[in-house]
């Protein structure tokens, strides 16, 4: 089977203009505040990098990391998340920003935020770059959504498809052959 893409979504003048739009919005939400923007591996990195620097200095950010693994290569998980990296730090009354590339079952953010919760911040928000809305499984409250997008599977800014794509800049339709 091959694959190919087949179609531009979203380009890099829409992306950054979006992240631009989240980042000014996360300023005015968190200012004079500490945020620890935790982002999810690998695929929020390159929306998580521009993010951050969107985000106005009145807001004293730092960073972690976690990734997770939802099991091989597929373009569809089956709801077992496995972490393959813990966040390096303490998120205990702190003020945490989850940041994913994207919400399609809703399965893999809905564990991340129960655990998140389980280390008691004292808040926990989700900003997600893309939502397939039409997808989801469980109910995942999404505070900051980049896109709302069709049911198509993507590549791009990020997002990979078998680890392939992620360093493309804009983000683009793929297609089975
Ligand atoms: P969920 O648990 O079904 O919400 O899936 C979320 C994860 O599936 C994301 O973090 C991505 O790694 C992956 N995923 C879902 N849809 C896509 C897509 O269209 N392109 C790339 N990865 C996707
Ligand atoms: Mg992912």
Do not use: N, Q
């Not at 091989?72 to 303490?90: E, F, H, N, Y």
């Amino acid at each position: 089977m091959d694959y190919k893409l087949t179609g531009l979504l979203l380009s890099e003048d829409a992306l950054s203009e979006r992240v631009r739009e989240i980042g000014a919005r996360i300023g005015r939400d968190y200012a004079g505040k500490e945020l620890v923007v935790i982002g999810i591996l690998k695929g929020a990195v390159v929306f998580l990098s521009d993010l951050i620097r969107a985000i106005p200095d009145t807001v004293d950010i730092s960073l972690d990391f976690m990734a997770v693994s939802s099991y091989g290569d597929s373009t569809r998980t089956r709801g077992i998340v496995k972490i393959v990296k813990d966040l390096d730090g303490s998120i205990e009354d702190k003020d945490v920003l989850i940041v994913e590339d994207i919400v399609d079952t809703g399965l893999t953010l809905s564990y991340l935020i129960k655990l998140m919760k389980e280390r008691r911040p004292r808040s926990v928000r989700v900003c997600a770059l893309l939502d397939k809305e039409e997808r989801r499984e469980v109910r995942v409250d999404v505070d900051y959504r980049g896109f709302s997008i069709p049911d198509e599977f993507v590549v791009g800014y990020g997002l990979d498809y078998g680890g392939k794509w992620r360093h493309l800049p804009a983000i683009h339709i793929v297609t089975r052959e």
